[in-house]
């Protein structure tokens, strides 16, 4: 049974369902796709600190564009406590909001599994910069590598399905204009 605000599929041929919306103005474009737009510029900033990361691991050991160990790790760490603070806000304070009317945000489906994977690499890359700060280890950039390359396509489909999810055209399926006003961020 629908719930309030839920949408109603009409059939679609070939016995799937999708429900057809009229075209948006540009106000309530921008109103309902305000949210990705915001993940957008969050995730953006995400995709270019891994990318100085990544470029950094693939210099067939020369010092990257200058950067000291000490400094790449440094920036390593950063990325791992930045995106471990942005995915805690989101699991605490967006998902469980989204939750109410958007499966994509409930418990064991997508959004949620990636974060978990994700956790994981961020984890086991974080151990591993701790212990090269620390000088238990020297950093050596194809391990730093291995560990970014074991969840980096993750990583990556994330940052694009978030924001794929909270666009307008997805959002307006579960809320009114009033209620996407409403919704934090």
């Known amino acids: 049974m629908a719930q309030a605000n839920e949408p109603v599929a009409a059939p679609r041929e070939g016995g799937s ?18 949210m990705a737009a915001q993940m ?3 995730h953006n900033n995400f995709r270019l600190a891994w990318k100085d990361l990544q470029n950094a691991c693939d210099t067939n050991g020369k010092r990257p564009g200058g950067l000291k160990p000490k400094q790449l790790i440094n920036t390593g760490l950063r990325f791992c ?8 806000i989101e699991e605490v304070h967006i ?26 690499g961020l984890e086991e890359l974080e151990q591993y910069l701790e212990k090269c700060r620390s000088g238990e280890e020297d950093l050596e950039l194809a391990e730093m590598k291995r560990l970014m390359d074991a969840f980096g396509e993750v990583l990556w489909a994330h940052l694009d399905d978030e924001v794929r999810t909270l666009g307008a055209e997805n959002m307006r399926k ?12």
């Open 17 to 34: 369902e999708e429900q057809k919306l009229p075209p948006l103005s540009v106000k309530d474009f921008t109103a309902y796709n305000r």
């Open 40 to 42: 957008d510029q969050f």
């Open 174 to 185: 579960y809320w009114t204009l009033d209620e996407m006003r409403a919704l934090p961020m």
């Open 95 to 120: 998902f469980p909001l989204l939750a109410r009317k958007m499966p994509e945000f409930r418990q064991k489906k997508t959004l949620l599994a990636q974060h978990k994977k994700i956790h994981r």
């Open 81 to 88: 406590s930045q995106l471990d603070h942005h995915h805690s």
